[in-house]
C-alpha cells in the first residue's frame, strides 16, 4: 500500500497538480529527487491514474450541470455504457443500487445545450428512462 509520505504527496497533488516538485519537496520536507521518485512510482504502481484539467473562473461558473440517472436494459449494459463513455458533456458515470443503474455527472454551456444532451442520453439504444437534477450550487468539491 502507499506510505504516510504517499498519502501527504497525493493530498497535496489533489489540491494543485501542477505544483512543482520543488515546492512539494519543500512542503514535504523531503528532497526533490524523492518526491520525483515517489510519483514515478505512484504513477507506475497505478495509484496516480492520470492528471485533468479542472475549469475554474467564470467559465466552470457559466456551465451548467446535472445527475442524471439512468435506467438501463440489462442486456444492453455494454453497449449503453461505451455509448455514455463517447459522449464528451459527462464528466463521470457511476453504477448504483437501487431502482436506477447508472448516475452520470453531465456539464452543458446553458440550458438548451443540457436539453439537448439529455435527450440524447435518453435516446441511446438501451436507456429505458431518465430522471435528471440540476445541480443549482456546487457548495464544494475535493
Same mark, same amino acid.
Given at each position: 500500500?502507499? +506510505? %504516510? ?5 497525493l493530498? @497535496?497533488?489533489?489540491? &494543485?497538480?501542477?505544483? +512543482? ?8 520536507s523531503? +528532497?526533490?529527487?524523492t518526491? =520525483?521518485?515517489?510519483?514515478? #512510482?505512484?504513477e =507506475? ?8 484539467? %479542472?475549469?475554474?473562473? &467564470? ?7 446535472a445527475?442524471?440517472s ?11 455504457? @461505451?455509448a ?9 458515470l457511476?453504477?448504483?443500487s ?9 456539464s452543458? =454551456?446553458?440550458?438548451? #445545450?443540457? +436539453?439537448?444532451?439529455l435527450?440524447e442520453?435518453?435516446?441511446? &439504444? ?9 445541480? @443549482? %450550487?456546487?457548495?464544494? %468539491?475535493?
Amino acid at each position: 500500500m502507499i +506510505s %504516510e509520505q504517499d498519502e501527504k504527496l497525493l493530498n @497535496l497533488l489533489r489540491a &494543485d497538480a501542477r505544483m +512543482s516538485i520543488t515546492d512539494l519537496a519543500k512542503l514535504l520536507s523531503v +528532497s526533490r529527487a524523492t518526491v =520525483q521518485n515517489r510519483i514515478a #512510482k505512484l504513477e =507506475q504502481s497505478g495509484v496516480i491514474k492520470g492528471y485533468r484539467v %479542472e475549469f475554474g473562473g &467564470d467559465y466552470a461558473n457559466a456551465l451548467v450541470s446535472a445527475h442524471v440517472s439512468i435506467k438501463v436494459k440489462q442486456k444492453l449494459t455494454t453497449k449503453t455504457n @461505451l455509448a455514455l463513455k463517447q459522449m464528451s458533456n459527462i464528466s463521470a458515470l457511476y453504477a448504483i443500487s437501487g431502482e436506477y443503474d447508472l448516475i452520470a455527472i453531465v456539464s452543458a =454551456q446553458n440550458l438548451e #445545450k443540457l +436539453s439537448h444532451l439529455l435527450d440524447e442520453i435518453g435516446n441511446l &439504444d438501451g436507456v429505458e428512462r431518465t430522471t435528471s437534477s440540476v445541480i @443549482l %450550487e456546487t457548495k464544494f %468539491e475535493r
